[in-house]
């Protein structure tokens, strides 16, 4: 069902274009695409809001990153994330987005980087209750700013903005056994990690997995 703002004008409601759905789609597929490049490519700010608003989005279905499946299997949960719906309308078209910011060397290093809690733990029914509950989906929120270290489980909230209740999680203690004292370089020699943690700056949390184009 098509809805329309109460103060459409009637010239544009008897526009025989407007009455073929093949046009009314194409236009909303040009919208959805024009909207995105401006929200990525206008300005740094919008930029970034965009980027937020994608780690917020991925935050609620608990998913590390971005990808055409991702978004078409949660299609129902883009309520209020508008650059999101009109990503998914895209998608379900299969048209891709080739960004240019989003292929930049520096910030595919920056936003591609970060490693998966799970790499590093089992997952159990249990476990990811815990760290659903406790906001995790990456190694580095449990990092100090030089991810150098485990952050002690009572300064968590300093990377989920959630301070942790109860008693220390399983999965943390062995996580914590495994480093022990020394630096997480020293435990897995083969990690990529940054100098500085991503999570320092909170819109930068996000691994963007865009496809290459096949509709201009």
Do not use: V
Not at 45 to 64: A, D, G, T, V, Y
């Amino acid at each position: 069902m098509l809805h329309l703002s109460i103060n459409t004008n009637n010239n544009i409601l008897t526009n025989p274009q407007l009455l073929n759905t093949p046009t009314l789609n194409k236009l909303m597929l040009q919208t959805c695409s024009s909207n995105i490049e401006r929200c990525f490519n206008t300005n740094k700010l919008l930029n970034q809001i965009s980027i937020h608003r994608i780690k917020e989005w991925l935050s609620k279905i608990w998913k590390p990153s971005l990808t055409q499946n991702t978004i078409l299997e949660n299609y129902r949960k883009t309520t209020n994330f508008t650059i999101i719906s009109q990503l998914y309308h895209l998608y379900k078209n299969n048209i891709f987005i080739n960004n240019s910011h989003l292929n930049q060397p520096t910030l595919h290093k920056q936003t591609n980087q970060l490693n998966n809690i799970y790499n590093f733990i089992s997952s159990n029914n249990s476990t990811t209750l815990s760290l659903k509950n406790n906001k995790i989906l990456f190694l580095e929120q449990l990092l100090t700013a030089d991810n150098l270290n485990l952050l002690p489980w009572k300064n968590i909230y300093l990377r989920t903005l959630k301070s942790p209740r109860g008693p220390i999680p399983k999965w943390f203690k062995i996580l914590s056994n495994q480093i022990s004292t020394l630096p997480i370089s020293h435990t897995w020699p083969n990690l990529q990690l940054q100098p500085i943690n991503p999570f320092l700056n909170t819109l930068n949390l996000i691994t963007f997995q865009f496809n290459s184009p096949k509709n201009s």
